[in-house]
């Protein structure tokens, strides 16, 4: 029996030869590949500057870093999302506050106001499955109290907002990407910052690497020679390979071809689940694209859900749920908060469940995944 996961990397020969190239050549690590896959993001996006890291999480950690938070600062974001976005704001000692959501998963503009104090330093939107959030109603709550938007748009890649693309920061200051093989690229591990802000892209540059820059010295320093390096900040080994940057390069050049196809399964889901008995689909704003890193549906009944959870996974759908609010994790229950803190965010995680979403999923493979679906859905 076939499985069919809910995300996976598809790999071309063109991939594979240009991380071959790479493994042949005298520079594994910090040769000149990652700066060309960095300039290429770049241009992909509009924005200035791009700058590649080891993980979508060391791309967070890097941006909260650029924005300055640290202890006793505290950050806004939804708990509609991976850890990461808010262990990001840990590791710097800041504190997370969470807003509740819209029905599509977003986080809800309306209720970001009332949660700003004087320790708030940024606003971290996190758009959902691929689906850009309410950018210009959060960029006027930021300007109004002078926050940092960080967008975090680990799932949209390709993904557009009234005609910019996400990553082009017309909206925000930076922006972060992941590129884990279930994403829209994939370089293995690996992530990147997108801003149109030098300050901010010299800032990450050095939180990269140690901390350490070989350009930019202290006025207490001198430069000694070309052997000459300092240590300006507790920075981290946040350096991704010159062969995975090799593969972020190839894979960018079929991105459009891969947001291309997602849309396509997406139309197709929508049309033969459109008015089923069973569940809800998110619909997509006018003024938004969507790029469908995740296909989610709401279940009606939430008592089913592990029923069909169960059932589809048998027959080698492999389902998942996206996600866990964050503050339920243990380790956040320890510091503090609370189950019933964002309700609508909480019975979206009751109902969710992940459908199979990637490049290589074949129409007559699209079509077997929604009779299974359906099939399990009326023998319940």
């Not at 967008?151 to 557009?160: P, Q, V």
């Not at 549906?297 to 859900?305: E, G």
């Not at 803190?341 to 490049?359: G, V």
Request: some cysteine.
């Amino acid at each position: 029996m076939k499985n069919y996961p809910y995300g996976k990397q598809s790999i071309s020969r063109h991939d594979i030869k240009e991380v071959v190239r790479v493994l042949k050549s005298d520079f594994l690590t910090q040769g000149s590949e990652v700066d060309n896959f960095e300039k290429k993001l770049a241009k992909n996006t509009n924005a200035k500057f791009a700058v590649c890291f080891n993980s979508g999480t060391a791309a967070l950690h890097a941006a909260y870093f650029a924005a300055g938070i640290g202890k006793n600062d505290e950050f806004i974001t939804s708990p509609m999302t991976f850890a990461a976005t808010a262990n990001a704001g840990l590791y710097l000692g800041a504190r997370p506050v969470f807003v509740d959501i819209l029905t599509n998963g977003n986080i809800n503009p309306g209720l970001i106001e009332e949660k700003i104090t004087k320790k708030t330093k940024i606003i971290i939107p996190v758009h959902y499955g691929g689906l850009p959030c309410e950018m210009v109603a959060i960029q006027k709550i930021a300007r109004k109290h002078k926050l940092i938007i960080i967008e975090d748009a680990c799932h949209a890649l390709g993904a557009k907002y009234k005609d910019t693309k996400v990553g082009g920061c017309a909206y925000s200051d930076m922006a972060a990407f992941s590129f884990h093989p279930v994403k829209h690229i994939t370089t293995g591990e690996g992530g990147a910052v997108t801003t149109n802000s030098k300050e901010y892209y010299e800032k990450m540059k050095i939180f990269r690497t140690h901390g350490i820059t070989k350009k930019t010295f202290s006025s207490k320093t001198r430069n000694d020679g070309d052997w000459y390096y300092e240590m300006q900040h507790l920075g981290y080994n946040y350096r991704l390979t010159d062969f995975q940057a090799a593969l972020g390069s190839s894979q960018l050049e079929k991105l459009d071809k891969y947001v291309k196809k997602r849309r396509e399964i997406a139309i197709i889901y929508q049309e033969k689940f459109k008015n089923n008995n069973f569940f809800d689909l998110i619909s997509e704003e006018k003024n938004v694209k969507n790029s469908f890193h995740l296909f989610p549906i709401l279940l009606k009944n939430v008592l089913s859900r592990k029923i069909i959870f169960e059932k589809l996974r048998e027959k080698g759908i492999g389902v998942q749920v996206h996600y866990i609010p964050i503050y339920f994790h243990p380790y956040y229950q320890r510091l503090g908060y609370k189950k019933g803190l964002c309700p609508r965010a909480e019975d979206f995680y009751e109902r969710e469940i992940s459908l199979p979403m990637y490049f290589s999923l074949s129409d007559n493979e699209v079509d077997h995944v929604i009779s299974i679906m359906l099939k399990a859905f009326n023998n319940i």
